[in-house]
């Protein structure tokens, strides 16, 4: 995961090795336009489902508006904000030797176009503590004003820079809030971080469509990019603005991979908030989630714990809040397989189960790599999360 600034260093090459899964996209969480090979216009997507399908190779990224000379030999990518997201992901086989998948993505190099490849630091981060979620207060708009300071004056359109200005973030000037327009920014921000929340939580699951299922809790954050990536509505007929926060609220990065109904390629993000009785999961409570057999996944699939409010991973003390087929849990007899979620580990599934944290909320996200037939077909169902007895 990373982060490059075509506008401050120009146009950027990108060699991506081999059996990677990645996203490009710009800092609306837009998948970048790319080439068209053999008829198919790719965006954001690398990797698998990008025009390399797996083999790697060399990627161009411009900043807005580039007229200048595009030589051969890549595939080209067109951003349309100075700020470029890269996220690469690599697939191992067993959890304790992850050396693999890292040697692998650590052949990546990255660099301005006309300069040669140099070595790359890959700092790693997994046992840092670090907060990466969006400042849920006032300071969310210093965040702002830096966006816009650092993106061409057409990022945002003029109703919206309007909007900005009457709080004083224009670009090019400092943003400087006086104590009374601190507090005021400061109280807006934590009201609207609520709303947010509100709209994907409560909100998806009475939308047209919100559901996946329709005798089933789970919702689909990534709905509107089977049809659109600006989030404009089904019709054509507005941007679903209430969808597109809700959305960023709790999750990052978007790619037509997400909306693949091609079985085999892509993943598919199976999300609930609430057990099968409609109430909010709840970390002081047991669950217990049935998956029936041959879960639809030709690739993997694991089920990850979030705390409801900071969408991050559940820090519940355990090395990952997450569990899925790569780290063996127990099988029943028929196939199927059940997950428990709670406080405490159930005698005899410890295999099979993540800790909750009393005092906080938290949700469920089932990710199904390489969706299966089954899934589309809905011929496959997960069970709901159900209070375990």
């Known amino acids: 995961m990373g ?47 990008g025009p390399d399908q797996g083999n790697g190779g060399k990627f161009l990224v411009l900043p807005p508006d580039y007229a200048g000379n595009i030589p051969d030999g890549y595939f080209v990518y067109r951003s349309r904000t100075n700020n470029v997201f890269v996220f690469w992901r690599a697939f191992f086989s067993d959890r ?12 990546t190099r990255i660099y301005p176009l006309g300069k040669e490849p140099k070595s790359m630091q890959f700092p790693d981060a997994s046992s840092v503590p670090v907060n990466m979620t969006f400042p849920p207060d006032g300071r969310f708009f210093d965040v702002l004003a830096r966006f816009v300071d650092s993106e061409p004056i057409d990022t ?24 009374h327009t601190r507090a005021i920014l400061d109280a807006a921000a934590k009201t609207a971080f609520k709303m947010s929340r509100s709209m994907i939580y409560d909100e998806l699951a009475q939308r047209p469509g919100g ?36 959305v960023y609220s709790i999750a990052y990065a978007t790619s037509p991979a997400m ?5 085999g390629k892509g993943a598919r993000y199976l999300t609930t908030f609430k057990d099968a ?5 709840d970390g002081s409570k047991d669950y217990r989630l049935h998956l029936p057999p ?18 991050s991973g559940l820090d519940n003390g355990q090395p990952l809040p ?6 063996k849990p127990a099988i029943n007899a028929d196939g199927s397989i059940d997950l428990y979620f709670g406080p405490h580990a159930p005698a005899g599934k410890e295999s099979n189960w993540r800790r909750t944290v009393p005092g906080k909320g938290f949700f469920v996200m089932l990710r199904l790599y390489g969706p299966t037939q089954p899934y589309f077909d809905q011929t496959w169902k997960p069970g709901d999360v159900e209070r375990a007895k």
């Open 3 to 49: 982060y490059v600034d075509v506008g401050r260093d120009g146009p950027m090459v990108i060699e991506v090795p081999p059996k990677q899964q990645g996203i490009l996209d710009d800092f609306w969480q837009r998948p970048i336009v790319g080439p068209t090979v053999d008829g198919k216009t790719y965006a954001g997507d690398i990797g698998f489902a």
């Open 96 to 107: 304790t030797d992850l050396a693999p998948p890292v040697k692998l993505m650590e052949q």
């Open 156 to 179: 945002a359109d003029t109703d919206w820079r309007g909007m900005m200005a009457s709080i004083g973030i224009v670009k090019g000037q400092p943003f400087k809030p006086d104590a």
């Open 211 to 246: 559901l996946i299922y329709s005798d089933r809790r789970y919702v689909t954050p990534a709905r509107h990019f089977a049809y659109d990536w600006e989030w404009m509505d089904k019709a054509g007929k507005f941007r679903d603005l209430d969808a597109r926060s809700g």
């Open 259 to 263: 909306a693949s109904v091609t079985p």
């Open 277 to 281: 009785d409609g109430q909010s999961l």
């Open 294 to 311: 041959n879960v639809p996944a030709a690739i993997f699939w694991s089920a990850t714990l979030y705390d409801t409010q900071t969408a």
């Open 322 to 327: 997450s569990i899925g087929l790569r780290d």
